[in-house]
């Protein structure tokens, strides 16, 4: 049974940095694509960055070049490194494993999911 885990969200002041970490079980994260969503309060859970197979990275435009994304396959982990944060980044952050569909930022291409970490970005 696949299991995904998110961690490491918190209240982080505007400009601020945040590690979140998915740790997953039955599953070999390698073998697959992995992705972040997120859902602000009153808006729809949108994806913010995918990692492949082999480790390349599509980010969305509003994160690019502030947010990142790795994977320690020997740990069966994926994180997300969160800089510069602003208040729009705030929501409830969910990773998701899929067998490497096109569409990566259509949400049910997505069997599996974890149970989100809050993000909450104050000043």
């Known amino acids: 049974q696949v299991q995904l885990v998110e961690s490491g969200g918190d209240s982080v002041e505007v400009g601020g940095s945040l590690r979140l970490s998915c740790e997953a079980s039955?599953?070999?994260?390698?073998?697959?694509?992995m992705a972040w969503f997120r859902q602000a309060p009153g808006k729809e859970r949108e994806a913010v960055v995918r990692?492949?197979?082999?480790?390349?990275?599509v980010l969305e435009d509003s994160v690019n070049n502030r947010f990142s994304i790795n994977r320690d396959n020997a740990q069966n982990t994926l994180y997300l490194q969160m800089n510069r944060l602003k208040y729009e980044d705030a929501g409830i952050y969910y990773c998701?494993?899929?067998?490497?569909?096109?569409?990566?930022?259509?949400?049910?291409?997505?069997?599996?999911w974890g149970q989100g970490t809050q993000v909450t970005v104050s000043s």
């Open positions: 039955g599953v070999t994260i390698s073998t697959k694509c």
């Open positions: 990692i492949s197979r082999d480790g390349l990275a």
């Open positions: 998701a494993l899929d067998d490497c569909h096109t569409n990566w930022a259509r949400q049910n291409e997505y069997p599996n």
